[in-house]
């Protein structure tokens, strides 16, 4: 970083220009050329643990029996490194975040960082980790981006707060008060369209996309209070195309598949 300096300014006054003056706080953060020295920076990263795992001392992990090797995510200003559950490699990783902070002059927030092992690691291995690494171990990652990130079975309370999204839209709907164009032009345009981000990163459980399908199913036919009205007309026959005859409602299953599909050929378009 040392080949980075801050601009010198000059100011007209009185029809002269004054002498140079450079800034006191350098470059900040809201200034335009700090986005380009991070990913610059966060290049430089990349290559060191690159050449770790090309000299064989850093060992990423498989994410599948078949996947690729994974050693590290980066996305804005938060990282994931994965590496083999050892006290070698972690003072591997140790060394070249220790390495990057010394050249980048940039330092890890530990309060922020969190430690995740397999369950199938000793507890006194995991602790001896944390202890290198310099960062507390949890049982949970939380979420990021508003989605969870799963790393155990998933189950119907995984995604309950995507649930819980659509139905406080309802409830702040009267069904009862609106015709049937629209319940629909809400649920095509709303209700619908609120669970598209989480489609497009992870395979929703059968459960909650039928509960999804069943909230809009209900809130179609004008079903409120729990007192239910009769659905004239099958579900599968509303969610055709309207050139076939439906209504042009998407299914969450099939919506969930179509959203994975055109992530996946994303990734292999490398776009």
Known sequence: MSCIC??????????????????????RQGDPLSPYIFVLCMEKLSHLIQTAIDVRQWKP?????????????????????????????????????DRFCELS???????????????NTNKRLAKEIS?????????????????????????KNTYAELIDKVQGRLAGWKSKTLNMAGRLTLIQAVTSSTPIYAMQTAKLPACTTMTLDKLNRDFLWGDCDGKKKIHMVNWDSVCKPKFLGGLGIKKATTM???????????????E
């Not at 050892?86 to 060394?95: D, E, F, G, I, P």
């Not at 002059?105 to 369950?119: A, D, H, R, T």
Request: some cysteine; hydrophobic content about 40%.
């Open 105 to 119: 002059g940039q330092s890890v927030n530990f309060e922020k960082s969190k430690l995740y092992c397999s369950p």
């Open 256 to 270: 969930n598949k179509a959203m994975l599909a055109k992530t996946s050929w994303r990734m292999l378009q490398k």
């Open 61 to 97: 992990i498989r994410s599948s029996q078949n996947g690729p090797l994974v050693s590290h995510l980066f996305f804005a200003d938060d990282i994931i490194l994965f590496a083999e559950a050892s006290t070698k490699q972690a003072n591997v990783l140790k060394n070249c975040m």
């Open 6 to 27: 801050s601009a010198s300014f000059q100011v007209i006054l009185n029809g002269d220009l004054s002498s140079k003056f450079t800034p006191g706080s350098g470059i």
């Open 131 to 155: 202890a290198i690494c310099g960062s507390p171990l949890t049982d949970d990652l939380g979420k990021y981006l508003g989605m969870p990130l799963v790393y155990s079975r998933v189950s």
